[in-house]
């Protein structure tokens, strides 16, 4: 879904998504945790809060969380949550979250997002 250019770019854009509002993807920050905690209540997910709270204060150099956030009404709603380990980004996502009553389609954009930064991340650490 991501489209193939720098991963670095992925973060400093705005995406529309096949339904659903434009979101924006952003380095996921402590204070997204009550909104994040939101959307896994949403999506029946809310035993994970917890462990979203460890990925928002784990090691920077160790992981990459990343939000998607999209005005809905008035207000910038986080819609999509998304972490991996930067160590083994082969693994794919370590977690991944998505409203589904409001997106199509992000899912897929934030595992594209977190790969392909995760792996950019390990090529520059490695030259």
Avoid at 10 to 22: E, K, M, N, Q, V
Avoid at 36 to 59: G, K, N
């Amino acid at each position: 879904m991501a489209p193939a250019a720098d991963p670095g770019a992925l973060l400093a854009r705005s995406y529309t998504l096949p339904r659903g509002p434009r979101v924006r993807l952003r380095l996921a920050r402590r204070r997204d945790l009550a909104q994040i905690e939101a959307l896994l209540r949403r999506e029946d997910r809310a035993p994970e809060a917890l462990q979203v709270a460890r990925l928002l204060r784990a090691d920077p150099r160790h992981q990459l969380a990343i939000t998607a956030a999209a005005l809905v009404g008035t207000a910038e709603t986080v819609v999509g949550f998304g972490a991996i380990d930067l160590d083994r980004p082969e693994a794919g996502p370590r977690m991944l979250v998505s409203d589904h009553a409001l997106t199509d389609g992000l899912e897929a954009l934030l595992a594209d997002a977190l790969v392909g930064r995760a792996e950019a991340l390990r090529r520059a650490r490695a030259a």
